[in-house]
């Protein structure tokens, strides 16, 4: 079955550490999405894809970046992980023909230290 | 620039009332209105959209352009709704999603 995976699942890493976040969808989808969850702040998007070499940035993008290379793939690079970037970080998925409905993954618990 | 408002961050209400989840937007174009749901250990899943007009798992929402309001509504809650519920909008054309800080119900047997 088509899906959409994310890994590692759980994460702990120090201050100023780069961290690669995996982001993995089978749906053949044009669309693929970033976004962090905080409490108190729901859901912001941090980057996202319209297709391959496309990126755009999000309403938080400072501290990360992004690269599509392929359509199933967009891995979420924190280029120098800070405390602040503590949260659970969900990749999600959409068809790009105006279905609008996205696809989420199972979610990415990052701590940083 | 668009803005979704979910008032209430916690939400109880028992098991056989009516539940309202209560969802403003701003935006000065003509957004496509959605509710997504989390359950507990499960992802964030599509639950209803404006555009479809259905009743999923008997929640409604009604857009009213004037109060620029998309609030959920269900007459009488299950236990099986608990969760978190986001409100969230784009505009035809945009992919993108903008959501509220969620509202987190609870059911009481």
């Known amino acids: 079955d088509a899906e959409i995976t994310q890994s590692p699942r759980h994460k702990i890493t120090e201050t100023g550490r780069q961290v690669t976040l995996a982001c993995h969808q089978t749906w053949n989808h044009n669309n693929m999405f970033w976004y962090r969850q905080d409490l108190g702040h729901g859901l912001r998007l941090i980057h996202y894809?319209?297709?391959?070499?496309?990126?755009n940035k999000g309403e938080v993008s400072d501290g990360y970046s992004v690269s599509r290379s392929n359509t199933e793939d967009l891995p979420l690079t924190l280029e120098s992980a800070a405390s602040s970037q503590t949260s659970v970080y969900f990749c999600?998925?959409?068809?790009?023909?105006?279905?609008?409905?996205?696809?989420f993954g199972p979610g990415t618990r990052l701590t940083v230290t | 620039a668009q803005r979704v408002t979910q008032p209430e961050k916690l939400l109880s209400v028992f098991k056989g009332a009516p539940v309202e989840l209560k969802c403003n937007y701003s935006?000065?174009?003509?957004?496509?209105l959605f509710w997504y749901v989390q359950y507990s250990r499960q992802r964030l899943q599509l639950l209803l959209r404006?555009?479809s007009r259905e009743s999923i798992k008997g929640f409604t929402a009604d857009l009213n352009k004037g109060e620029t309001s998309f609030h959920l509504k269900k007459p009488f809650a299950q236990e099986e709704d608990s969760a978190m519920y986001y409100c969230?909008?784009?505009?035809?054309?945009?992919?993108?999603?903008?959501f509220g800080t969620g509202t987190r119900l609870t059911i009481i047997p």
């Open positions: 404006h555009i």
């Open positions: 969230a909008l784009t505009d035809f054309g945009n992919e993108k999603l903008t």
């Open positions: 894809s319209y297709g391959v070499q496309d990126t």
């Open positions: 935006y000065s174009g003509s957004p496509e």
């Open positions: 999600a998925s959409s068809e790009g023909t105006e279905s609008y409905e996205q696809y």
